[in-house]
Structure formats: C-alpha cells, structure tokens
C-alpha cells in the first residue's frame, strides 16, 4: 500500500479487503423455448444445492486464493483499473476468516466473528471494526461460514447448466438476492457434481466488481483460534470504524 494513504477510504489493501469476496456482471438473462428454461433452472438449483451440503458438512477451509477487483470511477468515461492481489484465505465456523495477501503487498483481513481487522504493516496502521453475524452472512462467504441458504435468500440463474453438466465442467451459477442487499448479484462457478466452488464474483450497488478465485482447497483442518485473533503489533495505530451496517461487506 502507498505509504501516503491513510485513514479508512484510502489505501489499496482497503480497496481489496473492503470488497473482500468473496466475490464479473450477470449475464443478460436469456433461455432456451419451450421446457427447456424450467429444466435449466431444475439444474441451476440442483447444483446450488450440492454447493449449500459441501459447505454446510465443512467446519473449516483453507485455500490459496487470487482476487481481482475494478472500482468504478464517477464522473471518468474511462473504466478503472482492474487490481489484482494473492495470498492464502482460511475460514472457520462460527463466523471466523483469515486473508493473508502476500502480492503486491503484505497485508492482512481477520475476524474472529465479532472484530474485523484491517491490518496495513507499510502504513503501521490497523482498522478495526464491530461485525455481526449478519455482516459476515453476506453476499460469497454465507455458504462458506454455514449461515445461511442460498435458494432460499437468492433466485438461481445458469445458462450452461445443463451443457456443462453434460460435459463434466464447472457450471456457472447466477444470483440475485430475493431482498434488498448492498450487493446486486453474485456469480459462483462451481463444480456441477461435487458442489465444490471455485470462483465467486460480486457486484455491488454501485456497479464495482470483485471476483475470487481459489485453489488448493483444503478442508477439516482444524485450525486454532488464534489464528483469527488479531494482536496490535507496538507503534501501530488503531483507527477504530463504525460497525458495518447487517448485511453488508465493508464499503
């Protein structure tokens, strides 16, 4: 992070972390005639089904994870750029996360289900923020952390459902939440017969866009629960932020 920005809307950890998935736009919605739509949506929902039991059976994963993230710039015809980080992500029942990104810069996103911290060592600057389990419900990571069900909160879109289970590939999964959110939709790409999630991309209101891709994806390793406990290294100041509003990811 540029040693220049400070504070809690600037910074390019705070640009990635604060979109944290989790999380590209949903595809025009379109259908094949006939029953072949009621079938596409039999098969979208299947698939979302086996995603909410693989998680829903999972105490905890680990994973190597990159993310991409553009930010839409007002009043600029030209697109912003496109952001990318790497690093390794660590979930944990109830309500517990580890980002740790390692590319272009360390930094470091961790919450113990009750405090979210945002940590900048370059800045020696740590943001810290009350969460409930609302907030960390929200948008990719509800299925990941087991609070919530996904038919029953989004209404399910794939057009390749069927043909890419057909072929044994990964399925692309469109979602719109049933309730206002401050997300509009989110796509999940899944594999179609284990549930296994590999990528999840969210949109928000304001049309910035996240996408998380993961791999080496281990899971029941039982972590502890210090690695979700943020300890404030000596001469790093702590810039304390309004709780999140229910629901939401970090603006």
């Known amino acids: 992070m540029n040693r220049a920005c400070r504070g809690a ?3 390019f950890v705070t640009k990635l972390a604060r979109t944290l998935v989790v999380l590209v736009s949903l595809a025009a919605a379109g259908g094949a005639r006939g029953a072949e739509p009621d079938a596409a949506r039999a098969c979208a929902e299947a698939v979302v089904r086996r995603v909410q039991a693989r998680y829903d059976g999972i105490q905890d994963l680990s994973a190597r994870f990159e993310q991409t993230t553009q930010s839409v710039t007002l009043g600029e015809a030209a697109p912003a750029p496109v952001l990318s980080a790497r690093g390794a992500v660590v979930f944990a029942k109830p309500g517990r996360m580890r980002w740790s990104y390692e590319e272009p810069e360390p930094s470091l996103v961790v919450t113990d289900g009750a405090t979210l911290w945002i940590y900048d060592p370059r800045a020696a600057e740590v943001q810290k923020m009350a969460v409930e389990g609302a907030f960390l419900s929200g948008a990719a990571i509800q299925f990941l952390l087991g609070q919530g069900d996904l038919l029953a909160e989004f209404e399910v879109e794939s ?3 069927l043909e890419a289970r057909a072929a044994a590939r990964e399925v692309r999964l469109e979602l719109r939440p049933r309730k206002p959110a401050t997300y509009e ?6 594999d179609a017969s284990s ?3 590999q990528e999840t991309t969210v949109q928000d209101l304001f049309g910035n866009v996240t996408r998380v891709r993961i791999e080496d994806v281990r899971t029941n390793q039982g972590p502890g629960p210090e690695l979700f406990v943020f300890q404030v290294p000596v001469g790093v100041r702590v810039l304390e932020l309004p709780p999140a509003p229910s629901g939401s990811l970090p603006q």
């Open 185 to 190: 939709r989110l796509v999940l790409v899944a």
């Open 159 to 161: 057009r390749d459902c």
């Open 9 to 11: 809307s600037n910074g």
């Open 195 to 197: 549930g296994e999630v």
